[in-house]
């Protein structure tokens, strides 16, 4: 029996799939209800591990095929896929503490000024799985790492949303909801960017943006198209020969480079149907908990949420992250770091929330300037944090959003300090 309860609290599917039961049971959900949210907590954790299972290979050939061409070494920054990494070996630890961040909010929400209900479920596993891994680089081990950790991811989940929220009105104009994404540095050097330089007479708003790059919003359709064209491209930097001596087994090589492309974008969409699954069952339990404990609280929402207020900042904001990316990415060799090769999804993300909180305060000169400076940002943040990653393990991928960039080298000159 002890065996049993042991594996069971150590398999995090498990752990995972525990917490949504409780929160079902303390809301008195019907019976099947009960037994359907929990087996689909387990099954959203399973599916996100075979997602990287998928994109394992791929990763790793752009990794070879990048390395050649350029004689760098490159770096896809990308949180599905670190975090898919990471749980191989940290998912227990990552599991418990993804649990007490919550209860943590929950705590701080009810006895501090800051009424802020993080809800932004995938963020919180994220936010949760870079602590685990960066205390465990630094030593940090068991109940210690586990409590630190989940004391730390409360602060975070009240703190961040407290410090947007000023320009979260901004751009909605009321104070209903705030934003809980870990972009949040990023949004706030945005929105000062377009408060600094921007020019709030003309809106992103006041452009029409052709429909033909109205696909941009399918991050599926666009990771696919835009990682075809970046392995095309870096397959003949490297050259033909190289790819299909050593690599594709003689297959063509823009053959095998459309196909490893859409491989690697199959198996993040994979993460991400499994990251959906897992969050929905598990975010309406713990916001059943939240409300019956706080009232007056605020939800913290996904970066979507902000979307509909700039449609053309979204796109614009997108643009010019991914910009600012690619030009940072010849940059960062010359301070002695890492080449973060630009992910579709940080840029996608964070670069169009980028854009909408630079358009609330400089309009389209605010977007672009903003987003602009959000591309930088999280090109040269990811590659200082990569070298504590790599540590253990993840050197061939690292968190893509400002806030895991600055609280991982924030906790790794911390964790080493004492």
């Known amino acids: 029996m002890t065996a049993f309860l042991f594996d069971s609290l150590s398999e995090p599917a498990l752990v995972i799939g525990l917490f949504a039961l409780i929160g079902l049971l303390v809301q008195k959900a019907k019976v099947t209800d009960v037994v ?7 099954l959203g954790f399973l599916i996100l591990n075979a997602g990287v299972q998928t994109l394992a290979n791929p990763l790793d050939i752009f990794r070879l095929v990048f390395n050649h ?30 649990i007490l961040g919550m209860l943590f909010n929950l705590l701080l929400a009810r006895t501090t000024p800051f009424k802020y209900i993080f809800l932004t479920g995938h963020h919180t596993l994220f936010m949760a799985c870079l602590l685990v891994a960066v205390m465990s680089a630094g030593g940090i081990t068991g109940l210690t790492l586990i409590v630190t950790s989940g004391l730390l991811l409360g602060v975070l989940m009240v703190l961040m949303p407290a410090l947007s929220q000023p320009f979260t009105r901004r751009v909605t104009g009321h104070d209903h909801f705030a934003l809980g994404h870990f972009g949040s540095i990023g949004y706030i050097f945005a929105a000062l960017i377009g408060q600094i330089f921007g020019k709030r007479g ?34 003949l930097i490297a050259g033909p ?17 459309v196909k490893q492309a859409l491989v690697f974008s199959a198996g993040v969409y994979i993460i991400l149907a499994g990251v959906r699954l897992l969050i929905s069952e598990i975010i309406p339990a713990f916001k059943g908990i939240s409300d019956k404990l706080i009232p007056n609280a605020k939800p913290a929402l996904d970066c979507p949420s902000v979307f509909p207020f700039a ?20 940059v960062t060799p010359a301070f002695g ?3 973060i090769v630009p992910g579709l999804i940080p840029h996608f993300f964070t670069g169009a929330t980028a854009g909408v909180y630079g358009n609330a305060t400089g309009g389209l000169r605010g977007a672009v300037l903003g987003a602009f400076g959000n591309g930088i940002l999280i090109s040269f943040l990811p590659a200082m944090l990569l070298s504590g990653l790599g540590a253990i ?17 924030l906790l790794s000159f911390a964790t080493r300090a004492f």
Do not use: H
């Open 337 to 339: 770091l890492a080449v």
């Open 311 to 330: 449609p053309n900042a979204v796109v614009i904001g997108f643009m010019s992250s991914f910009i600012g990316g690619l030009l940072t990415m010849f």
């Open 241 to 257: 020969a190289f790819v299909e001596r050593a690599l594709s087994g003689g297959t063509n090589f823009l053959v095998f480079s």
């Open 36 to 42: 359907a949210g929990t087996f689909r907590t387990v």
């Open 69 to 98: 061409a350029f004689g760098l070494k490159g770096t896809i920054s990308s949180n599905e896929v670190v975090v898919a990494l990471a749980l191989k070996q940290l998912g227990a630890q990552t599991a418990w503490v993804m």
């Open 202 to 235: 003309l809106s992103t708003e006041d452009i029409k943006v052709p429909e033909s790059l109205l696909f941009l919003r399918d991050t599926s359709i666009s990771m696919a198209l835009a990682m075809s064209l970046l392995f095309m491209v870096v397959s």
């Open 393 to 409: 393990g993840f050197a061939g991928t690292t968190f893509g959003d400002a806030d895991f960039g600055v609280v991982g080298i």
